[in-house]
């Protein structure tokens, strides 16, 4: 055998083709790899978009009916009638709820790659 493996025979053909094995594995590899981190990469955009999108419809809603609100105010013959608890309400999930959640998900996808 081993006069078969000196002029080229079947065991430098086995290890040529396990070379090129180990060759097209590590490239898959780092094909996989680099389609992971793209992945992570896209889903924590999407998340921080839609976290985003979450607070700044808030607050325009809060800022319209406070606009709507006043407005109503100024043509209204009872000012007792008019009610702030809706602002209220609408300040208060804005400052307890949403602004944690947007400095928790924006704090944790965007520092997780660093």
């Not at 921080?48 to 809060?62: D, E, N, Q, S, T």
């Not at 406070?66 to 100024?74: D, Q, R, S, T, Y």
Request: aromatic share 8%; hydrophobic share 50%.
């Amino acid at each position: 055998m081993s006069e078969e493996s000196a002029d080229g025979g079947p065991e430098s053909n086995l290890d040529t083709l396990l070379a090129k094995f180990d060759e097209g594995f590590s490239s898959a590899e780092q094909r996989l790899d680099a389609k992971k981190k793209q992945q992570e990469a896209d889903d924590r955009s999407k998340i921080g978009k839609i976290v985003i999108w979450a607070f700044v419809c808030l607050i325009a809603a809060i800022i319209l009916y406070i606009i709507v609100a006043g407005l109503a105010l100024l043509f209204m013959a009872d000012e007792q009638q008019f009610q702030l608890a809706p602002v209220e309400l609408m300040v208060q999930v804005l400052s307890s709820v949403m602004l944690p959640v947007v400095t928790l998900v924006l704090g944790y996808y965007f520092a997780k790659d660093k």
